[in-house]
């Protein structure tokens, strides 16, 4: 069981040689991609940034849990930073489990909790050259701040 | 008593003041303390209600006790995956 | 989208390759590998035999309707047929879309409805020299038939 | 009417009639009747309620007639996976 930040492009089809057994009957992989648009605006790239040291132990809390709770056998976690375009990984896991329901429950669990919990930011480059850190809005709709819109 | 901590600020904090990490003289006596000086100073957006605090490398409530050398870092809102 | 039946072993890393453009924001795997137990019993190897071309029709409507359902992007299946020993790939789902929910729930759906629907028999070898083809017992608990044990 | 059609078994049901396809002269209505007709004739373990069977390559119900030449399979439970 790992979770791991990096820098470094990350490579599944290497990744995926290192899991398994032959206990093994399911795995079920998550792959996290940036994608061209988000929310009705045209993105142009991505900028991750991770308070590393912190992200990699609540990730591997993460993982504890999702082994206890699902009975798994194996769970990794990949999570990119630094500047990232179009079609590139951002994350990926991998949940491995003798039956598919714990290996598929798991890993939504591990991408929810993730993106919940774990300390990495995005900030989203758009085609109309303005950006924005991703959840760190303080005005407009959904937040609950000093805005005039309340 | 006067103590020295290291802070770090990530995202659009690191932004909004300009660097990463610095070490800073305070006589807060609490994470909050701390959060609501600097936030002051600097101009930070995001309210402490939306704003996580970790010391020494585990997050910890707001509450918490800063002492002299802690390694103190403010976390927006995160965004993973 | 497409659902293939094949005697040859599945290669993912080459087959991921051809799914996904920068709209997709979240590809789900899973894969299906032979496991060293059973139920208890200790499994030698898998024997997989198909109907092939009801078996790529029927599975071709799974995807299509997986496709309706959970708006996905692109759905691709792949399931072997042959002799297979433990820790081969037996079957191989990737779906983009999105969003993860879509992706995780059309993943599970293809696999689930496959099990249930696309006529495809598997046979399995165990320890002991005995052979069982799955599901197709007459006797013996869960089956409903003429045996003594009802 | 004497009619011909090719029926095919898979899995446990090729197994127990000791062939994958053969031709079969019938006099059946239905895929039921020809079905059991066939397992009388064979002794296949499974009752009509646990097979399907499918008429030139797509699933038809049991009531289904057999019409001369078609191309008959049946198929024991599925196992896919």
């Not at chain 2, 003289?25 to 309210?47: I, K, N, Q, W």
Request: glycine letters at 10%; one cysteine or more; charged letters at 25%.
């Amino acid at each position: 069981m790992e979770f791991r930040v990096t820098g470094q492009k990350i490579d599944p089809a290497q990744l995926i040689l290192a899991i398994g057994d032959t206990r093994v009957g399911a795995c079920v992989t998550f792959e996290g991609r940036v994608r061209r648009q988000n929310e009705g605006r045209s993105v142009l790239s991505l900028d991750y940034e991770a308070f590393k040291p912190l992200a990699e132990k609540e990730g591997q809390r993460i993982l504890e849990e999702a082994r206890q709770k699902f009975g798994v056998l194996d769970a990794v976690c990949v999570h990119r930073t630094g500047s990232l375009k179009l079609g590139d990984l951002a994350v990926w896991i991998a949940i491995t489990a003798e039956h598919r329901g714990a290996a598929f429950d798991a890993c939504r669990y591990v991408i929810d909790e993730a993106k919940a919990r774990v300390p990495i930011w995005k900030k989203e480059h758009y085609g109309d050259g303005s950006t924005e850190w991703i959840n760190c809005a303080t005005r407009g709709p959904g937040v609950s701040g000093p805005g005039p819109a309340g | 008593m006067n103590k020295s901590v290291s802070v770090s600020y990530y995202a659009i904090l690191r932004e909004q003041r300009g660097l990463g990490t610095e070490e800073v003289p305070t006589m807060a006596v609490t994470a909050s303390d701390l959060y609501e000086e600097l936030r002051a100073r600097h101009g930070f957006t995001l309210p402490a209600s939306r704003v996580r605090v970790a010391v020494n490398d585990d997050f910890q409530p707001w509450g918490v006790a800063v002492e002299d050398g802690d390694r103190i870092a403010f976390l927006p809102p995160v965004a993973g995956g």
